[in-house]
């Protein structure tokens, strides 16, 4: 087990909104040690030697291929990073967790099997299985001997998950639910040994439970035809009298809701980390393609228009993967901090509760990255990127799926701030203080506020500015539709965007000023560029969407005074983007594999 040297007080979930952290207190790639690395290092040789080579026939589901793959990884120990050492597991902390995610992601078919696997097809066990369910399947899933698959969806329910028609019903000798229905979007479903299925037990109680390919009436379907992640296996999964023995009911009966939604989570937090994986592969094949394409007798990468691409890839990449960290930070010392005082179990699973936002932001802003990166690559390949010979155009098909699984990201906007509401209610986070005190700091007029001072010294200021104008959104919002807030779905997006916005230009900001308190700002000087593109650009789209929030609350004399209050939190300095980026792109270019 890979033990992490995170022992600083975690940050509570959401207070990156009401605190100002110290760099100090942040975690950020930089603090990953050789240990972990060394994950990193083997999922990453994995994949490049033995993955990379097969992909014309993984993309061809060559029959048998990706499960060998699977069982290839699961021997050096890399399918089972989440499941107790005493299961045969990895039992990682959650920075080696997150290392080892990232490194498996340079593939999209690989990143989808395993995430589905690893994650939520193994994790409902890991965290709700008894002791018996555990000795049973948990060896084998870690091992890549057994695939997992997470079956929720159904043709009529995807977002709406609780709109089962699966139905569950005990036999008259009670030793078996039989379970009848369809399940859809089952990744792994063509050769996963062991299925988590959720069904309504009498068509009420919504459980989940463990069904093995070979028990009777359980047949998985034919696979999709998707648009891209032609690699990973999808498909329908059919219950036909299948018959469950009454012990692999897992958790409790009519808590399926509870395992579902935790372990998507967990799910969430992994996507965005691994959108890190598959975005620096992305942009480091872009980059090297840079130098060696020539047009008008000069390399492409010579031309600003394709150095402000480069550089902003790396930009955006830069925010989500310090915002990745910044998370999994939090998560590990929460998690150390309540070792030896429970259930580890317990403690795991309060703790994604915990970042349950912060999981969503990366699972948003991580997918919505990714997106970005691949489509610039493509841009930058030209005709090439059009062609199925080139990586960069599978990438492009592959990506887009992030968006809509784990839930979409409209459902994960809301839940940001449904949670955020939730925690503000329910008094773990301070939020209406903050809003009435800041309406109170509004009516008294502007006030000599302490400047900070030091590298970035500005773009603090932007970001603390910047939570204002969060609060003062938020607060005439929820003032004004108070329960009804749920209905104002437009409203909720744009909130949602501020709150992401301000959690990676903060993340971006602290990583970068720890940088240079350890090595000097001259050394971190392209972070410290990367920063000031990042929040001077992320400044103008919290100003934006908090302008648009406040314009569907307030009207009359009232919108106007709201509006000179915003343009005053707006006010900044004008940055020379197009000489950071430069200088950004540079140090891109000169690196064989990309980091900022
Ligand atoms: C390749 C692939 C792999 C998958 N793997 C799995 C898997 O392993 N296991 C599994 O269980 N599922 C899996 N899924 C299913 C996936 O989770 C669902 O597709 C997803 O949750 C969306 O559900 P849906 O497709 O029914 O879309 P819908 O729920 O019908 O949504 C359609 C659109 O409406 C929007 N929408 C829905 N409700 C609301 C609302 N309340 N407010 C605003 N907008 C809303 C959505 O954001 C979306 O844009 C997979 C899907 C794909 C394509």
């Known amino acids: 087990m890979a033990t992490s040297l995170v022992t600083?007080?975690?940050?509570?979930?959401?207070?990156?909104?009401?605190?100002?952290?110290?760099?100090a207190d942040v975690f950020t790639p930089a603090d990953i040690t050789d240990d972990q690395k060394l994950i990193g290092q083997?999922?990453?040789?994995?994949?490049?030697?033995e993955v990379l080579p097969h992909v014309k026939d993984l993309e061809n589901k060559k029959a048998g291929l990706m499960p060998e793959?699977?069982?290839?990884?699961?021997?050096?120990?890399l399918m089972g990073g989440g499941v107790p050492e005493e299961y045969g597991g990895g039992g990682l902390d959650k920075i080696s967790a997150t290392v080892l995610t990232e490194k498996l992601s340079i593939y999209g078919g690989f990143a989808v099997t395993h995430?589905?696997?690893?994650?939520i097809g193994t994790l409902p066990i890991v965290y709700f299985g008894t002791e018996e369910q555990k000795k049973k399947y948990l060896p084998k899933l870690a091992s890549g001997e057994w695939i997992g698959a997470y079956c929720l969806s159904e043709p009529q329910a995807g977002s709406d998950a609780q709109n089962s028609l699966t139905r569950a019903e005990l036999n008259k000798e009670g030793t078996h639910y039989i379970l009848n229905g369809q399940k859809m979007w089952i990744t792994n479903g063509g050769f996963a040994d062991l299925y988590v299925v959720f069904a309504k037990i009498d068509g009420e109680k919504f459980t989940a439970f463990l069904v093995e390919r070979t028990f009777p009436g359980c047949k998985p379907g034919n696979e999709e035809h998707k648009m891209g992640i032609h690699g990973s296996s999808t498909t329908p999964v059919f219950l036909e009298n299948c018959r469950v023995p009454k012990e692999n009911l897992l958790h409790e009966i009519g808590r399926g809701h509870i395992v579902a939604f935790n372990i998507l989570n967990s799910g969430r937090f992994t996507l965005g980390a691994s959108a890190v994986g598959g975005s620096k592969f992305v942009l480091t094949t872009a980059a090297k393609y840079a130098k060696e394409r020539k047009a008008f007798g000069k390399q492409i990468g010579d031309f600003g228009m394709m150095k402000e691409k480069l550089a902003e890839m790396a930009i955006q990449l830069y925010a989500v993967e310090s915002m990745v960290y910044r998370s999994a930070g939090n998560m590990e010392s929460a998690m150390t901090a309540a070792a030896g005082s429970g259930d580890k179990i317990q403690t795991t699973m309060k703790t994604l509760e915990e970042y349950a936002i912060e999981s969503s932001i990366a699972k948003v802003y991580g997918s919505e990255m990714l997106d970005f990166v691949v489509d610039e690559a493509v841009q930058i390949f030209g005709g090439y990127g059009f062609h199925e010979d080139y990586s960069v155009c599978r990438a492009y098909r592959d990506s887009r799926i992030n968006r809509i699984f784990?839930?979409?990201?409209?459902?994960?906007?809301?839940?940001?701030?449904?949670?955020?509401?939730?925690?503000?209610?329910?008094?773990?986070?301070?939020?209406?203080?903050?809003?009435?005190?800041?309406?109170?700091?509004?009516?008294?007029?502007p006030s000599l506020e302490e400047a900070p001072e030091g590298v970035l010294a500005d773009e603090a200021r932007v970001v603390a500015n910047a939570?204002?104008?969060?609060?003062?959104?938020?607060?005439g919002a929820v003032q004004k539709f108070r329960d009804k807030l749920a209905d104002e779905q437009e409203l909720i997006g744009a909130l949602a965007n501020v709150v992401m916005e301000i959690y990676a230009m903060e993340s971006c900001l602290l990583r970068a000023q720890k940088a240079a308190a350890a090595r000097g700002a001259a050394a971190s000087q392209v972070m410290i560029d990367a920063t000031r593109v990042f929040i001077s650009d992320a400044a103008e789209r919290v100003e934006h969407e908090s302008r648009r929030a406040i314009a569907a609350v307030h009207e009359g004399d009232m919108l106007t005074t709201q509006a000179a209050v915003l343009k005053r939190f707006a006010k900044r300095g004008t940055v020379n983007t197009i000489a950071l980026r430069r200088n950004v792109a540079a140090a891109v270019q000169g690196q064989e594999s990309v980091s900022v």
Do not use: C, W, Y
């Open 115 to 119: 995430g589905a696997h690893a994650g």
């Open 42 to 49: 083997t999922a990453e040789e994995f994949v490049v030697n």
């Open 406 to 445: 784990e839930g979409t990201n409209e459902i994960n906007r809301m839940l940001i701030i449904q949670m955020l509401m939730k925690r503000a209610m329910g008094g773990q986070l301070a939020l209406i203080p903050a809003a009435m005190k800041l309406a109170d700091e509004i009516l008294s007029g």
């Open 69 to 77: 793959l699977v069982k290839k990884a699961g021997e050096l120990g």
């Open 8 to 23: 600083k007080p975690a940050a509570k979930g959401g207070s990156f909104l009401l605190e100002s952290a110290s760099p």
């Open 467 to 475: 939570k204002k104008m969060f609060l003062q959104a938020a607060g």
